[in-house]
C-alpha cells in the first residue's frame, strides 16, 4: 500500500493540514485521516490531478511548424487546419503511437491524471481502412498503457466536410466514417478498452455541427446509451455564420433545441456564444470544455466565463492542439483572455475562492465529469490520481493554501515544484520525471526524424 503524508492536501471539504492519504491495491484512495501510519512518499502539497478533457495527440509534433506567414491574406484557423491535413497525411500507425506517448507522457508530468482522446484519424491516408477497423484506436489505447495515464477515449463520428454535406477534402479522408461503420469501430473500440486497465472509460465524440449530420448524430446517440459525449461547438465565427445558414439557427442554439443536453455532454470551445446562449449552456448541467492556450494559438475567441459562471455553468480544461502541455499555464491563459477583455484584475476570483482556487476547482470537478471519471476530489473511494508538490523553492516558498495555488497557477514556476503524479494509484512521476521518460523521448524523436524527411 502507498501511504501519502501531505503537509497541506485541498480535499472536498476544502485545505487540510497533516493529512493521510492511503491508496488502496485497486488504485482508489482508501483513507483519508491523520498521520497513523509510516508513510512510503511525503507531498508539501497534495491536490487531485485533474482530467485533460480535450486532446488530438498527433497534433503535438506539429508544434512550431505553423507560426510563418502563409501564402493567404491572412492566416487563421483554417489556413492552419489547412497545414494540419498536410502534416497527417504523414503518419504512420507507429508515429501515430510514438507521439501519442510522449504528450501522455507531458500530461502526467504537467499534472494531468488523465486525458479525453478526442480520436477522429482512423483510417490510412486516402480514408482507406486499416485491415483492423481500430487499429489507430489501439495505438492510442496501447500509448496511454505505456505512459500509465487514464484514458477516456473519444471515437470521433465525421462523415462531412461541412454543413452542406459535401464529402471530406483529400486531407479529412482519413477521419471518415458512415454512421454504420463508425458504429462497428466503435463497438470494437468499446471491446479494446474493456480488455485493458479497469480506469480506462469509453465514450463518444460527434465532431461538429459541420462534420455530422441530424440522421448520423441520431443514430450514434441512440446507440451510445451511456458514457460522455464530447462535441466541438462554437469555435470559430466562419463557423457559427456556416450552421446559422443551413439549419436557421446559431450552434449553441440549434444543439439545445433538438438534443436533450445534459450532464453526460462535454462542449468543446464555446468562444462564440452570445449572452443568452451562455445561459443556456451553463443550465443544462454539461461541461464547457476550455482550451485556453489552443484558443489562443488559433485566434478562436474568449469565452464568456463571467457570465457562464454567474449561471453555474460547469467548465474543465483540455490542451487540445498540445502546441503547449501545461496544467497551470492553461488555467492562467483563460483568467488572463478574461482580464484583457474586461480591462479588469482577478475576473473569476469570488469572496470566498481566490482566482486559482477557482480554476483548479473548475479544472478538478469538469475534468471529472467530462472525462466520465470518478476522480477529482481526495476523498474516501475516489480514483487515486494525485498531484505531490515540493514547496521548498523559489516558487512556493512555504505558501499556504489557496495563496500557494495561485503562485503555482500564476507565479511561473509552478510545474517546476510538482514532484509525484499518480494516476489511480499508478506512480508514473516521480521527482519530476515521468517513469519512462527516456524510452519514450527516444521514441518519439525516431518518429520526428523520419517525418522531418518526409514533408
Ligand atoms: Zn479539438
Known amino acids: 500500500m502507498q501511504v501519502i503524508h501531505a503537509k497541506q492536501a485541498l480535499t472536498k471539504s476544502g485545505w487540510k493540514h497533516d493529512l493521510e492519504v492511503a491508496i488502496g491495491a485497486d488504485g482508489r484512495i482508501e483513507s483519508v485521516g491523520s498521520f497513523s501510519r509510516t508513510p512510503t512518499h511525503r507531498a508539501a502539497i497534495l491536490l487531485p490531478a485533474p482530467v ?22 491572412r492566416d487563421s ?40 482522446e478526442f480520436h477522429y484519424l482512423h483510417h490510412d491516408v486516402g480514408g482507406v481502412p486499416y485491415d483492423n477497423l481500430t487499429e489507430l484506436s489501439e495505438r492510442i489505447v496501447a500509448a496511454a498503457q505505456t505512459a500509465g495515464i487514464g484514458l477516456t477515449l473519444l471515437p470521433v463520428l465525421y462523415q462531412y466536410g461541412g454543413c452542406d454535406l459535401r464529402s471530406l477534402g483529400g486531407g479529412q479522408q482519413r477521419f471518415g466514417n458512415d454512421p454504420e461503420r463508425f458504429l462497428r469501430l466503435h463497438a470494437d473500440a468499446a471491446a479494446v478498452i474493456a480488455r485493458g486497465v479497469s480506469d ?37 465565427v466562419a463557423e457559427v455564420e456556416e450552421v446559422l445558414s443551413y439549419h436557421g439557427l446559431r450552434p449553441v442554439e440549434w444543439l439545445l433545441k433538438n438534443y436533450a443536453v445534459d450532464a453526460r455532454w ?37 469565452f464568456n466565463c463571467p ?4 449561471a453555474g455553468g460547469q467548465f474543465g480544461f483540455g490542451s487540445d492542439s498540445n502546441i503547449q502541455i501545461a496544467l497551470f499555464e492553461e488555467l492562467k491563459t483563460l483568467e488572463y483572455s478574461q482580464r484583457l477583455r474586461d480591462l479588469s484584475r482577478a475576473v473569476l476570483a469570488t469572496p470566498e475562492r481566490s482566482t ?16 466520465g471519471r470518478d476522480n477529482g476530489r481526495i476523498e474516501l473511494g475516489a480514483q487515486a490520481d494525485l498531484i505531490g508538490l515540493d514547496d521548498d523553492n523559489e516558487w512556493l516558498c512555504n505558501r499556504q493554501g489557496d495563496a500557494a495555488l495561485d503562485s503555482l497557477i500564476f507565479g511561473g514556476g509552478g510545474q517546476n515544484c510538482i514532484r509525484d503524479v499518480w494516476s489511480a494509484g499508478r506512480h508514473v512521476v516521480k521527482e519530476g520525471r515521468h517513469f519512462r521518460r527516456d524510452e519514450i523521448v527516444r521514441k518519439y524523436k525516431q518518429t520526428m526524424k523520419r517525418l522531418e524527411t518526409a514533408i
Open 356 to 371: 486559482g482556487r477557482v480554476l483548479f476547482d473548475a479544472a478538478a470537478t469538469g475534468g471529472a465529469q467530462a472525462g
Open 200 to 236: 480506462n472509460v469509453i465514450g463518444i465524440a460527434p465532431h461538429s455541427l459541420r462534420a455530422v449530420d441530424p440522421a448520423g448524430l441520431n443514430t450514434i446517440l441512440s446507440q451510445a446509451k451511456s458514457g460522455p459525449i464530447h462535441m466541438h461547438l462554437a469555435e470559430q
Open 266 to 302: 462535454c462542449l468543446i470551445h464555446c468562444t462564440q456564444m452570445t449572452e443568452s446562449e451562455t445561459n443556456a449552456l451553463a443550465h443544462t448541467g454539461a461541461v464547457a470544455g476550455l482550451c485556453s492556450i489552443t484558443e489562443s494559438s488559433l485566434g478562436d475567441g474568449i
Open 77 to 116: 484557423f483554417w489556413s492552419w487546419r489547412l497545414l494540419m491535413y498536410k502534416f497527417l497525411d504523414q503518419l504512420t500507425p507507429d508515429d501515430i503511437e510514438a507521439i501519442a506517448g510522449l504528450v501522455f507522457m507531458e500530461m502526467l508530468e504537467a499534472g494531468y491524471g488523465a486525458v479525453a
Open 307 to 310: 457570465t457562464y459562471l454567474d
Open 52 to 73: 485533460n478533457l480535450h486532446s488530438h495527440s498527433f497534433q503535438r509534433a506539429m508544434a512550431g511548424l505553423t507560426e510563418a506567414r502563409g501564402p493567404y491574406p
